[in-house]
C-alpha cells in the first residue's frame, strides 16, 4: 500500500504541497539566514527531489490508474507469485500439443501406408473383361497370373509376364506358328502385360466409368508422338504410320479407329485405338497399326487426359524405345 499512498499523494498535487510547506515553514525559515528560505527552498526541489522524483511523479500522471490501484498490484504480485508454475504448466502444454501433432502424424502415414491402392477400370475391349464376374479374379495380380498361364498358349521362351515385357519376343520366343493374326495376339499380350505391371497387384478391378474413353485430343497426340519420331529417325520411319489428318469412327467410345480416306475398303492405312484400363486419370491403350485392315504394329500408350486436352506419359513400343520402370516385383 505504500506504492498506492505514494501514487495518491502524486497524483492530488501533494509535491506541489510538499514544495510549499518546505519553503514557508516558520520553522525552516528560522534556520535559514542566508540565502534567503524560499530560494534555498527552490534549490533544494530543484536538485534533490526533481532529479529523485520527477521522472516517476510524470509516469505516475501518464499513466492510467488501474495499472497503480490495489487490484493492479495484487495482480502484478500473483503474476509474479505463480509466473513459474505458469511457466511449467505452458511448457507441458506444448509438450502434450507437439505429442497429439506426432501422434496424428504417425497415425496418417500409417493409414497411408495400409490404404487400399486405387481402383482399376477394366475396359470393355479388354481380354479379360469378362472376368468382372467371377469371384476368382477381382485384382491385378489375379488378372496377371491369368496371363502368364495364357502365354504359353501362343509364344514359348517366357515363364510370366515380367520375363515377357523384359525379354525380346522377337529373338527370345517361339511363336505357335507363323500366321500374322498370332503374332498379333502375342503383342497383344506384351503391351497389356506392361500396363498391368504399371500398377499395384492388389488394386481392385471393375468395369469403366462413362469418363473412360478414347478422345480426339488423344488421338491427335500419339499421331503427332509418331510423326515426331519418323521424322527424326528412319528407322521408325518403317515402323510407325504417321499420316495427318483421318477419319475417326469410335464404338462404345472405348474402341476408336483413326483411317486416311483413300476411297479404298478396307483403307490402306488405319490404326485401331483399344482401352485397355484406367485407374485415377491414368489410361493405358492399345494401338494397333493395320494395312488394309490387317494388324502390323501393336504398341501400348500410357495417357493422361486434363481440362485442355491431356498428354502422353509414356508409349511402350516393343523392343524399341522406353520402357519405365516396373514396380511388380
Same mark, same amino acid.
Request: aromatic share 10%.
Given at each position: 500500500?505504500?506504492?498506492?499512498? %505514494?501514487?495518491?499523494?502524486?497524483?492530488?498535487?501533494?509535491?506541489?504541497?510538499?514544495?510549499? &510547506?518546505?519553503?514557508?515553514?516558520?520553522?525552516? !525559515?528560522?534556520?535559514?539566514? &542566508?540565502? =534567503?528560505?524560499?530560494?534555498?527552498?527552490?534549490?533544494?526541489?530543484?536538485?534533490?527531489?526533481?532529479?529523485?522524483?520527477?521522472?516517476?511523479?510524470?509516469?505516475?500522471?501518464?499513466?492510467?490508474?488501474?495499472?497503480?490501484?490495489?487490484?493492479?498490484?495484487?495482480?502484478?504480485?500473483?503474476?509474479?507469485?505463480?509466473?513459474?508454475?505458469?511457466?511449467?504448466?505452458?511448457?507441458?502444454?506444448?509438450?502434450?500439443?507437439?505429442? =497429439?501433432?506426432?501422434?496424428?502424424?504417425?497415425?496418417?502415414?500409417?493409414?497411408?501406408?495400409?490404404?487400399?491402392?486405387?481402383?482399376?477400370?477394366?475396359?470393355?475391349?479388354?481380354?479379360?473383361?469378362?472376368?468382372?464376374?467371377?469371384?476368382?479374379?477381382?485384382?491385378?495380380?489375379?488378372?496377371?497370373?491369368?496371363?502368364?498361364?495364357?502365354?504359353?498358349? %501362343?509364344?514359348?521362351?517366357?515363364?510370366?509376364?515380367?520375363?515377357?515385357?523384359?525379354?525380346?519376343?522377337?529373338?527370345? $520366343?517361339?511363336?505357335?506358328?507363323?500366321?500374322?493374326?498370332?503374332?498379333?495376339?502375342?503383342?497383344?499380350?506384351?503391351?497389356?502385360?506392361?500396363?498391368?505391371? !504399371?500398377?499395384?497387384?492388389?488394386?481392385?478391378?471393375? $468395369?469403366?466409368?462413362?469418363?473412360?474413353?478414347?478422345?480426339?485430343?488423344?488421338?491427335?497426340?500419339?499421331?503427332?508422338?509418331? =510423326?515426331?519420331?519418323?521424322?527424326?529417325?528412319?528407322?521408325?520411319?518403317?515402323?510407325?504410320?504417321?499420316?495427318?489428318?483421318?477419319?475417326?469412327?469410335?464404338?462404345?467410345? !472405348?474402341?476408336?479407329?483413326?483411317?486416311?480416306?483413300? $476411297?479404298?475398303?478396307? *483403307?490402306?492405312?488405319?490404326?485401331?485405338?483399344?482401352?485397355?484400363?484406367?485407374?485415377?486419370?491414368?489410361?493405358?491403350?492399345?494401338?494397333?497399326?493395320?494395312?488394309?485392315?490387317?494388324?502390323?504394329?501393336?504398341?501400348?500408350?500410357?495417357?493422361?487426359?486434363?481440362?485442355?486436352?491431356?498428354?502422353?506419359?509414356?508409349?511402350?513400343?516393343? $523392343?524399341?524405345?522406353?520402357? *519405365? *520402370?516396373?514396380?511388380?516385383?
Amino acid at each position: 500500500m505504500r506504492q498506492t499512498s %505514494f501514487e495518491h499523494f502524486i497524483r492530488f498535487g501533494g509535491s506541489k504541497s510538499f514544495a510549499l &510547506n518546505l519553503g514557508h515553514t516558520k520553522k525552516r !525559515q528560522e534556520k535559514q539566514e &542566508n540565502p =534567503a528560505p524560499e530560494a534555498t527552498a527552490r534549490n533544494w526541489i530543484d536538485q534533490v527531489w526533481n532529479k529523485s522524483f520527477g521522472a516517476t511523479r510524470l509516469a505516475i500522471l501518464k499513466t492510467p490508474p488501474y495499472e497503480f490501484s490495489p487490484k493492479g498490484l495484487a495482480d502484478c504480485k500473483m503474476s509474479s507469485s505463480f509466473s513459474r508454475s505458469q511457466f511449467l504448466r505452458r511448457q507441458l502444454r506444448i509438450k502434450t500439443d507437439l505429442l =497429439a501433432i506426432l501422434l496424428m502424424a504417425c497415425a496418417a502415414l500409417a493409414s497411408q501406408a495400409f490404404a487400399e491402392p486405387p481402383t482399376v477400370r477394366l475396359g470393355t475391349y479388354f481380354l479379360y473383361h469378362f472376368q468382372l464376374h467371377n469371384s476368382a479374379f477381382h485384382t491385378i495380380g489375379d488378372l496377371v497370373r491369368l496371363q502368364n498361364e495364357d502365354i504359353p498358349d %501362343f509364344i514359348t521362351g517366357f515363364e510370366d509376364c515380367p520375363a515377357m515385357v523384359h525379354g525380346s519376343i522377337e529373338r527370345g $520366343g517361339t511363336p505357335r506358328d507363323s500366321q500374322r493374326e498370332t503374332w498379333t495376339v502375342i503383342q497383344s499380350l506384351d503391351a497389356e502385360c506392361w500396363a498391368m505391371l !504399371q500398377l499395384d497387384p492388389a488394386a481392385r478391378v471393375t $468395369g469403366t466409368e462413362p469418363g473412360d474413353r478414347i478422345s480426339p485430343a488423344m488421338i491427335r497426340a500419339v499421331m503427332d508422338l509418331a =510423326a515426331s519420331l519418323t521424322a527424326s529417325d528412319p528407322e521408325w520411319r518403317k515402323v510407325l504410320l504417321d499420316f495427318p489428318g483421318g477419319e475417326i469412327f469410335c464404338k462404345m467410345q !472405348q474402341r476408336c479407329i483413326l483411317s486416311l480416306p483413300d $476411297g479404298k475398303n478396307p *483403307p490402306e492405312q488405319s490404326l485401331l485405338f483399344r482401352l485397355m484400363m484406367a485407374t485415377g486419370q491414368t489410361q493405358f491403350v492399345e494401338v494397333t497399326q493395320m494395312i488394309h485392315g490387317r494388324s502390323q504394329f501393336v504398341y501400348a500408350v500410357r495417357w493422361h487426359p486434363t481440362a485442355k486436352g491431356g498428354y502422353v506419359q509414356d508409349v511402350f513400343y516393343r $523392343g524399341l524405345l522406353r520402357q *519405365p *520402370p516396373l514396380i511388380w516385383p
